[in-house]
């Protein structure tokens, strides 16, 4: 009971810290909400780049084109030595008749033209479409795949795809490298900030020292401004990133420029997006207020 008399008491003092330095404290709830802004469309901007990316790298597929004459027995042995490769996820066998009623699908032209075929006249190969699990070992693949006896091509982009790679790592660094280093530069900020708060109220600190408050008691009600302060400076960054992401979404139909570059849902990802936002201002209203009281006025 004695703790939670003395909890309620460092929150009500903080809450009155808060509102008797209005002005300071609005510098430092502004300071927050301009941060957390910043953050929240780093975040939005680097989840969804991930998101395409990893979209894309689904997307890719190996393709083994298996000889024209091929026998369904053979494709069947082909078959199970596929099933005995490392990081393979899902394939899809087609057979000769399935590729060419594929293509008659797609064209009238090809239609007109693959009628005419009899069995025996069709050029076309049988396929496996093969998925992988990592696409960064998707090369290795492709050459055991190639190996087997019956498959004489194997196709999956090569090339082009090691420089994807490349390119989506690279991109998915910096994207997180931003994000930590804009959160760093808020911290940085919001210290600053509540330093200067708490150096006006240097001289209610020394009254609470002379009336044999403890560090520890000085600290907390500092360190619970900081956390209500984070709180109060995120709800502007979580109402433009519920509202403006939403209405992004639905204002491109879920997708950015063009039908691959689809864009994560709003539901859950907004309200995750805005529970970190809330939980990044606390963390660092709590440091910053935690470090002014303890480096700044040597308590």
Not at 5 to 23: A, W, Y
Request: net charge neutral; aromatic share 10%.
């Amino acid at each position: 009971m004695k703790a939670l008399r003395i909890l309620s008491r460092n929150i009500r003092d903080s809450f009155k810290g808060v509102f008797r330095n209005f002005s300071l404290s609005l510098a430092s709830i502004s300071c927050i909400t301009i941060t957390l802004v910043v953050v929240a469309l780093s975040i939005v901007l680097s989840i969804n780049v991930n998101n395409f990316t990893t979209l894309v790298e689904k997307d890719v597929t190996i393709v083994a084109f298996l000889r024209s004459d091929i026998k369904e027995e053979e494709a069947i042995e082909i078959e199970e030595k596929l099933k005995s490769l490392d990081n393979l996820e899902k394939y899809t066998y087609h057979s000769k008749q399935e590729v060419t009623d594929e293509m008659k699908e797609s064209s009238e032209t090809f239609k007109s033209v693959m009628d005419s075929w009899s069995e025996s006249e069709n050029p076309l190969q049988p396929t496996f479409e093969v998925k992988v699990n990592d696409i960064e070992g998707i090369g290795e693949v492709a050459k055991s795949i190639k190996n087997i006896d019956g498959v004489e091509t194997v196709k999956y982009g090569e090339g082009m795809i090691e420089q994807l790679i490349t390119v989506f790592n690279t991109v998915r660094k910096i994207g997180y490298g931003v994000v930590a280093a804009l959160i760093l530069v808020t911290a940085f900020l919001i210290t600053n900030t509540i330093k200067i708060t708490i150096f006006s109220r240097k001289r209610e600190i020394e009254i609470m020292r002379l009336v044999g408050a403890s560090n520890l008691n000085i600290k907390i009600p500092f360190i619970l401004e900081g956390l209500l302060l984070g709180v109060l400076g995120s709800i502007i960054p979580i109402g433009v990133t519920i509202y403006g992401y939403n209405y992004l979404y639905e204002h491109f139909n879920g997708q950015l420029f063009s039908p691959f570059i689809k864009l994560v849902k709003p539901n859950p990802f907004s309200l995750q997006v805005s529970g970190l936002l809330v939980i990044i201002g606390m963390l660092v209203g709590m440091f910053g207020s935690w470090r002014a009281v303890r480096k700044y006025l040597k308590i």
